[in-house]
């Protein structure tokens, strides 16, 4: 009798274990998208590739933007293009420029170039800089 039980046991220990590990199993199986195969709409694009850059480099492994600590906080697609132009102006030998930008209190963009604020892109210091900044809104733009 109580070799008949210490088999039934076994049998119900070996049986929870495989329920564990099959329930295991089909937890990394998330599928975001509904019954489709089809991506949803946030998952059709990667963050640009200077983010993609940025966040490894800071071994942070691929993240929707790239916010270091110091920084101001901006909203993601102001990080993304940061990044865009910080790439644009790190390539530059003759960089002169610290760049930052941050959302401002009543929600719009604040630029700070050299620990300046400037409030619109057309107020920057140099027509260079103008241009870079352009640049990574146009590339940002088309990424999408």
Same mark, same amino acid.
């Given at each position: 009798?109580?070799?008949?039980?210490?088999?039934?046991?076994?049998?119900?220990? !070996? $049986? !929870?274990?495989? !329920? @564990? =590990?099959?329930?295991?199993?089909?937890?990394?199986?998330?599928? @975001?998208?509904?019954?489709?195969? &089809?991506?949803? $709409? +946030?998952?059709?694009? @990667?963050?640009?590739?200077?983010?993609? #850059?940025?966040?490894?480099?800071? %071994?942070?492994? $691929?993240?929707?933007?790239?916010? #270091?600590?110091?920084? *101001?906080?901006?909203?993601?697609?102001? &990080?993304?293009?940061?990044?865009? @132009?910080? =790439? *644009?102006?790190?390539? #530059?030998?003759? %960089?002169?420029?610290?760049i930052d930008l941050g959302t401002a209190k009543d929600g719009?963009? #604040?630029? +700070? $170039? %050299?620990g300046k604020k400037y409030a619109s892109v057309d107020e920057l210091p140099d027509?260079? !800089?103008?241009?870079?900044?352009?640049? =990574?809104?146009?590339? +940002?733009?088309?990424?999408?």
């Amino acid at each position: 009798m109580a070799m008949t039980i210490m088999i039934l046991g076994g049998v119900v220990i !070996l $049986v !929870l274990v495989g !329920l @564990l =590990a099959f329930m295991f199993m089909r937890a990394n199986e998330v599928n @975001l998208t509904g019954k489709t195969n &089809e991506k949803p $709409v +946030w998952m059709h694009s @990667l963050p640009p590739q200077e983010t993609i #850059d940025a966040t490894l480099a800071d %071994n942070e492994g $691929v993240t929707s933007f790239d916010h #270091d600590a110091g920084e *101001k906080l901006a909203a993601p697609f102001a &990080e993304q293009i940061e990044d865009i @132009l910080r =790439a *644009k102006l790190e390539s #530059d030998p003759f %960089n002169k420029f610290n760049i930052d930008l941050g959302t401002a209190k009543d929600g719009s963009l #604040d630029i +700070w $170039v %050299n620990g300046k604020k400037y409030a619109s892109v057309d107020e920057l210091p140099d027509e260079g !800089l103008k241009r870079a900044f352009q640049d =990574a809104v146009n590339k +940002w733009n088309n990424s999408k």
